[in-house]
């Protein structure tokens, strides 16, 4: 019975010992990627990403204040896109409304979800940072609070100096103990007793206790490489110090709570220049295509996302509109808040001279000249009650010709 229990007490101790190795070992890779990922980030070359926390609310609910986001240059950007960009004074970030060409070269508009107007100055390909690839939410909260002097001693400093010393600490303790047994097996020789480890490997001697007459008390010593057992720790220790000093010196930015996606928006016009998103008007009660002047229309009753005909059903046509299973239109992408739908992409394979987004009481109606093939991000009218977009009822593409 004795024997069962001192065997149940080593396999316990042993299956300890390796889920804390495994735990260090899980810990220290860990860090190590999200260390060697903060770092290339400041390494200096071109096109590289780069990190910011937000710091306002301009485009809540979908991204929060708090929130740490990644940004990287890309060759072209189209509206619905969410970059970061500079005004000499800061940086914001803020979706591409409308896009436009100068002869300095193509320039963009911009505007925050939760604004109610899109910002007074457009934006030049060299004042944009990057496109927003990736968003964390809430995770700035900590990362601004070890941007200040002292937290960033208690939350870096403090903690890494107390896990370095502990580490140290127990390393020389190793050190001092592997040095005593060396003298002591010499001491054995020259007085001609063999260690207990070489002639009874199987005692118990090495657990500490005192064995038979002639024998001489060891210490227990951690028989994992010291590689393994002090290393490791302090490899995570100075690894999080480095991850969290890089994030010391982050950029903030005012306005980051941008409807993110990382998916892909939808596919520019087939001429290969980016779609141009006009600045919707608001159109009161219900307007329809005819109503605008244009001579057949094509309604959706809701935002699904798919690939819709221009027959009836699925959609319905204007009263003087023929039905052609040849021409489609497609939404995609279709971002849902609180259970309703607030804004889509579209793309169709005849030219559309207009789009009504109906949400509330009005519509908000985007008037393309000349005539467009697809467009991102629209959307229904802002409620001004809470500044957040009213779900969309209904949307109706208008044309003028039919596909012949």
Known sequence: MILVVHFLKITMKKAALFILQAIR??????????TTFLLLALVPVPNNYKFHLVTSGSMEPAIKIGSLVVTVPVETYFPGDIITFSDAKRLITHRIVGFSDAEFGPVFKTQGDRNKTADIQTVGVDKIVGKVILAVPYIGYFL??????????????????IIVYEELKSLFSDVKNAVKGFFINIKQRNNNVIPISEAHPESEANSGKIGMTGYIKTEVIDDRPISQSVILPIVMAAAALITLTGAYFLDSEESL??????????????NGSPPTTPSPSLIPNNPNCPSLGYAYGFRLNSAAEGNFTLTQPPGELSP??????????????????????KFFDWIATLGMDGVIVKGGDNADVYIYDPESFGDTGLHAPLNTNNNKFFGISHIEFCYDQEND
């Open 25 to 34: 070992i899980y810990l220290a890779i860990l860090v190590s990627f999200v």
């Open 144 to 161: 601004s609070k070890i941007k200040t002097p002292i937290g960033f001693i208690l939350a870096v400093i403090v903690p890494a100096t």
């Open 257 to 270: 709570a941008n409807i993110f996606e990382a998916g892909v928006w939808s596919s520019p016009a087939p």
């Open 320 to 341: 003087n509109a023929s039905p052609d299973p040849n021409i489609s239109v497609t939404i995609s992408n279709v971002v849902t808040e609180e259970s309703e739908p």
